[in-house]
């Protein structure tokens, strides 16, 4: 099992789907990257040499910012929108959606409340 920016990427998988296990890393972009190494898309990550796995290291380290790195800046920019009080991050504070979905019905995830039932609504009886 390849060991790629701290994470065990899954071996029996292909290349380009075991890159995305990588915390930053979609589908665009680990295409992109085995293009500029120079590695074929459909190979089994298992079937990877020592040598192209450190070619994909260093692409990785040098190019995108992943892992640790990248929550630590998500996380600040959400800090900071909280800080300054802007609407974004009040509605971050309240942990409701901030980019302008519908919150009077939907969004029970965010709200982490459980459905109502409606009041006197009956199921219809079933003959038997």
Same mark, same amino acid.
């Given at each position: 099992?390849?060991?790629? +920016?701290?994470?065990?990427?899954?071996?029996?998988?292909?290349?380009? =789907?075991?890159?995305?296990?990588?915390?930053?890393?979609?589908?665009?972009?680990?295409?992109?990257?085995?293009?500029?190494?120079?590695?074929?898309?459909?190979?089994?990550?298992?079937?990877?040499?020592?040598?192209?796995?450190?070619?994909?290291?260093?692409m =990785?380290e040098?190019?995108?910012?992943?892992?640790?790195?990248?929550?630590?800046?998500?996380s600040?920019?959400?800090?900071?929108?909280?800080?300054?009080?802007?609407?974004?991050?009040?509605?971050?504070?309240?942990?409701l959606? +901030?980019r302008?979905?519908?919150?009077?019905?939907?969004?029970?995830?965010?709200?982490g409340?459980?459905?109502?039932?409606? +009041?006197?609504?009956?199921? +219809?009886?079933?003959?038997?």
């Open positions: 099992m390849p060991r790629i +920016a701290g994470v065990d990427i899954p071996a029996k998988k292909k290349v380009r =789907i075991a890159l995305r296990y990588i915390y930053g890393i979609g589908p665009t972009n680990a295409i992109e990257i085995l293009d500029k190494a120079g590695i074929d898309k459909d190979l089994r990550a298992e079937k990877l040499s020592e040598g192209e796995i450190a070619k994909i290291r260093d =990785i040098s190019i995108y910012k992943v892992e640790g790195d990248l929550r630590r800046e998500i600040g920019n959400i800090k900071l929108l909280k800080d300054t009080g802007t609407y974004r991050g009040l509605r971050h504070i309240k942990r959606p +901030a302008g979905q519908r919150s009077k019905t939907n969004a029970r995830t965010a709200k409340r459980p459905r109502v039932a409606i +009041a006197g609504k009956k199921q +219809a009886p079933t003959s038997k």
